[in-house]
């Protein structure tokens, strides 16, 4: 999220020049006189607005500085924290300073300047109604016929509608349970007064813990040698297809891409991406035995991109992965390999682990996953990235090729958790 601010001389000319610059998608997160009226002297009043970077229009280009009192929550959050404790108290010291999930995040449009001065009587009722609104939650939630979950017991009724959420996601189980006992351990009891800030300090949680490895371009005069490798029919050639037009064609800089093709099986499966490459015009390499891997990467030693598509093989068949092995062994060029291991996002957790262990002798890089456009819950992605430690690299979000492809990001991620996939806010 990107802190701005705005100024006026009252709260409402600054909230009014906010919309103009960046329209209604930002939150109103504090507002604050810096000079009183005085004779001759305008007041002048300071808006505080939080939004999300993609929202910000292109046309707002003078970012503001972030103000200072929030960087330590932007430093912290841009850690990943395998340890569910750790998150869980680092969360509470961040929201004792700063209180990051106050529920002063309106949205603009919805948000009333004069809600800064708001009585408190209009606050205890609001605080009622939210309690109101919890009690119909619970009741909604008792209706729910989860097989006595060992924690459910314990649940108090502020967090039973996340724990259903999460547990419906398809997390592991004793990844949820270790997630729940420890934010209640945590969690400061100012926030859980009702479930939407119970969840919100869930989803700060949850975005800490998840490995995500960013995009990064490779510098002038390196380059990139990204390898798929998975089961059969997960997406690899379609996504390598979306990669190499990402690259290729569609970024600010347009990089030099080439293809490789390991066919060591020989089944000659390799037409579909010869096509991509005649319609996007780039250099294709095919490898049949492991020796020819190197001269394949020296011939494409001109791109900035080689990506390295792999043919068929069932997760279970480890003489393949044995080939795919001794290709990346034969390896004798100085250029390093990054292995993303592509699975799809509609198997159960369990499946996902027994896929990951099969292939993790190829040494594991990064994780992406595929058909995100194809299931309902996510927590088995959640769940793996968590267990294994590998960071996601990329989601691919349908077959469309190049633009069903999402670089990952946490906040992605925890919102298709949450409330399922969402196309509009890809
Ligand atoms: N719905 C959906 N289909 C996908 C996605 N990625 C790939 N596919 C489809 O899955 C099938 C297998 O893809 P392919 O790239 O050939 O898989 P590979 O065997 O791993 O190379 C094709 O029909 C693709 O169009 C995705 O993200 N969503
Ligand atoms: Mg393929």
Same mark, same amino acid.
């Given at each position: 999220?990107?802190?701005?601010?705005?100024?006026?001389?009252?709260?409402?000319? @600054?909230?009014?020049? @906010?919309?103009?610059? %960046?329209?209604?998608?930002?939150?109103? %997160?504090?507002?604050?006189?810096?000079?009183?009226?005085?004779?001759?002297?305008?007041?002048?009043?300071?808006?505080?607005?939080?939004?999300?970077?993609?929202? %910000?229009?292109?046309?707002?280009?003078?970012?503001?500085?972030?103000?200072?009192?929030?960087?330590?929550?932007?430093?912290?959050?841009?850690?990943?924290?395998?340890?569910?404790?750790?998150?869980?108290?680092?969360?509470?010291?961040?929201?004792?300073?700063?209180?990051?999930?106050?529920?002063?995040?309106?949205?603009?449009?919805?948000?009333?300047?004069?809600?800064?001065?708001?009585?408190?009587?209009?606050?205890?009722?609001?605080?009622? %109604?939210?309690?109101? #609104?919890?009690?119909?939650?619970?009741?909604?939630?008792?209706?729910?016929?989860?097989?006595? $979950?060992?924690?459910?017991?314990?649940?108090? $009724?502020?967090?039973?509608?996340?724990?259903?959420?999460?547990?419906?996601?398809?997390?592991?189980?004793?990844?949820?349970? =270790?997630?729940?006992?420890?934010?209640?351990?945590?969690?400061?009891?100012?926030?859980?007064?009702?479930?939407?800030?119970?969840?919100?300090?869930?989803?700060?949680?949850?975005?800490?813990?998840?490995?995500?490895?960013?995009? /990064?371009?490779?510098?002038?005069?390196?380059?990139?040698?990204?390898?798929?490798?998975?089961?059969?029919?997960?997406?690899? #050639?379609?996504?390598? /297809?979306?990669?190499?037009?990402?690259?290729?064609?569609?970024?600010?800089?347009?990089?030099?891409?080439?293809?490789?093709?390991?066919?060591?099986?020989?089944?000659?499966?390799?037409?579909?991406?010869?096509?991509? @490459?005649?319609?996007?015009?780039?250099?294709?390499?095919?490898?049949?035995?492991?020796?020819?891997?190197?001269?394949?990467?020296?011939?494409?030693?001109?791109?900035?991109?080689?990506?390295?598509?792999?043919?068929?093989?069932?997760?279970?068949?480890?003489?393949?992965?044995?080939?795919?092995?001794?290709?990346?062994?034969?390896?004798?060029?100085?250029?390093?390999?990054?292995?993303?291991?592509?699975? $799809? =996002?509609?198997?159960?957790?369990?499946?996902?682990?027994?896929?990951?262990?099969?292939?993790?002798?190829?040494?594991?890089?990064?994780?992406?996953?595929?058909?995100?456009?194809?299931?309902?819950?996510?927590?088995?992605?959640?769940?793996?990235?968590?267990?294994?430690?590998?960071?996601? =690299?990329?989601?691919? &979000?349908?077959?469309?090729?190049? !633009?069903?492809? &999402?670089?990952?990001?946490?906040?992605?991620?925890? !919102?298709?958790?949450?409330?399922?996939?969402?196309?509009?806010?890809?």
């Amino acid at each position: 999220m990107k802190i701005l601010t705005f100024t006026g001389s009252t709260p409402s000319e @600054a909230l009014k020049k @906010a919309k103009m610059e %960046i329209g209604d998608e930002g939150m109103l %997160i504090e507002t604050k006189e810096i000079q009183k009226k005085a004779l001759g002297r305008e007041a002048l009043y300071e808006i505080v607005i939080g939004i999300d970077e993609e929202m %910000i229009p292109a046309t707002y280009k003078k970012m503001k500085k972030p103000l200072s009192k929030q960087q330590p929550l932007k430093e912290e959050s841009q850690e990943i924290l395998f340890d569910i404790s750790n998150a869980a108290k680092q969360i509470s010291k961040i929201s004792a300073v700063t209180d990051p999930l106050e529920d002063l995040y309106q949205p603009l449009s919805k948000q009333n300047i004069t809600s800064s001065v708001e009585t408190k009587e209009l606050k205890e009722i609001k605080s009622e %109604i939210n309690k109101l #609104t919890d009690k119909v939650k619970i009741i909604q939630n008792m209706f729910w016929d989860e097989k006595s $979950p060992d924690l459910s017991s314990q649940i108090p $009724p502020e967090f039973s509608e996340i724990y259903r959420l999460a547990s419906q996601s398809g997390m592991d189980k004793e990844h949820l349970d =270790s997630l729940m006992q420890v934010t209640l351990e945590h969690m400061p009891l100012k926030m859980r007064e009702n479930s939407s800030t119970v969840k919100r300090y869930f989803q700060t949680i949850l975005r800490k813990m998840v490995p995500i490895r960013r995009e /990064a371009l490779p510098r002038v005069g390196t380059k990139k040698v990204i390898m798929l490798v998975g089961p059969t029919g997960v997406g690899k #050639t379609t996504s390598i /297809a979306k990669l190499a037009a990402r690259y290729s064609f569609l970024m600010e800089k347009k990089y030099k891409v080439g293809l490789v093709v390991l066919d060591t099986y020989r089944i000659g499966a390799v037409e579909q991406l010869m096509q991509y @490459a005649r319609m996007m015009k780039l250099g294709i390499e095919t490898v049949v035995d492991p020796p020819e891997f190197s001269n394949a990467l020296e011939s494409l030693k001109y791109c900035d991109y080689i990506l390295i598509d792999t043919m068929g093989s069932s997760p279970y068949d480890k003489v393949k992965i044995e080939k795919i092995y001794e290709c990346l062994n034969a390896n004798n060029t100085e250029y390093n390999v990054d292995v993303v291991l592509v699975m $799809p =996002s509609s198997i159960k957790y369990e499946d996902l682990k027994v896929t990951y262990d099969n292939f993790s002798t190829l040494g594991v890089d990064t994780l992406m996953f595929t058909k995100l456009d194809e299931t309902m819950g996510f927590g088995n992605i959640f769940s793996l990235a968590y267990e294994t430690k590998k960071p996601i =690299s990329y989601f691919s &979000v349908g077959q469309e090729v190049p !633009e069903d492809l &999402v670089c990952a990001n946490s906040d992605f991620l925890i !919102e298709c958790l949450l409330h399922g996939f969402n196309r509009s806010k890809v």
